[in-house]
């Protein structure tokens, strides 16, 4: 296993120099404005070596044979993880997240518009998206209605606010009171535990369970997908126009395509997000997004916590996207939602 080479101080002032300038312009960054830029005390020609050895390592890529170079996925990964305390935001917009989003607030949808507009509008980026999980449910009680046949309707009754209904199939049909007992033994096992402990609760009951009981519960089991997962809500803003578009790098037909498809299938963010929750700080470049559809943009997620709800505010960008300014965005957005 070929192990990656340290860069000098000098290749990564050079680098970050690099990324710096074309996050700025979109331009491929030359010697010439390089050695400008970081106002470099050697040749051009020596830049240009320190470049090349910068694009074999697999930071840079050139474009085209005769143009500068530009970040490579790689390059854009170790400039982020080298920025360091990110820089504090101007009061413009320390006011307006103050102003827009408040310290008071109770309908989580609400918020989330709120929010996921107003990042779109302090950025400009196209994709600005907020997901947001009900801080776990906790299951009140759990009842079975048996319909037609062999299918039966489970009730999940949760706390605080909300009942939940599955249709499952069961082996047979049972006798009122087999499925009387088997709820209720269900019940002891689940009853006033949050949705995802609940489920690993009743998972251990089915090891030492039997009899049509234990069929019923491993039925209910079976669903626990359904039953016992948290409830997600989702929303992101669009800050469009062609300008916006020009600007934010996404003038491939294929990105585009890719934008719209993102922005269609909520299910696609949302996947994206649901993984993120173990982290405060998320951000992926390019390739290593989980999803093909999401390989040409970053995303940065900051997580947040309040007595009511999880959640994550996040921005869906180009790859060349402000990372510095990002980050502190999302930052003070969540010390606000925390208040």
Known sequence: MKIARKLTSLESEMLHGVVDLYIDTGCPVSSRTLKARCRLDISTANIRKILFNLEMLGYLSKPHVSAGRVPTDKGYRRYVDSLGTPDPLNRRMIEAI???????????????????????????????????????????????????????????????????????????????????????????????????????????????????????????????EYLFNRDYNFD????????????????????????????????LILQVLKNRFDHDLTVTIGGENEIEEMEAFSVVTRRFSTDKY??????????????GLVVSLLNRMAEELQC
């Open 236 to 267: 992101y803003y669009f800050s469009g126009g062609d300008k916006h578009v020009a600007d934010a790098g996404f003038n491939s037909l294929s990105v585009l395509r890719n934008l719209v498809r993102i922005m269609g299938e909520k299910s």
């Open 310 to 323: 999880d959640g994550l505010v996040g921005i869906l960008g180009p790859t060349r996207m402000s990372y």
């Open 98 to 224: 103050r102003k827009r989003v408040g310290r008071e607030w109770d309908d989580v949808r609400e918020i989330m518009m709120k929010t996921s507009r107003l990042l779109g509008d302090l950025t400009s980026y196209m994709g600005l998206f907020m997901g947001v999980y009900q801080a776990c449910s906790i299951l009140e009680r759990l009842r079975i209605v048996q319909t037609e046949g062999n299918r039966g309707l489970v009730v999940l009754s949760l706390r605080p606010w909300k009942e939940r209904h599955v249709y499952i199939d069961f082996p047979k049909r049972y006798l009122p009171y087999v499925m009387d007992r088997a709820v209720q033994i269900i019940n002891e096992r689940v009853a006033g535990l949050p949705v995802d402990v609940a489920s690993k609760s009743l998972a251990e009951y089915l090891k030492t369970g039997s009899g049509a009981e234990k069929e019923i519960a491993q039925a209910v089991a079976a669903e626990a």
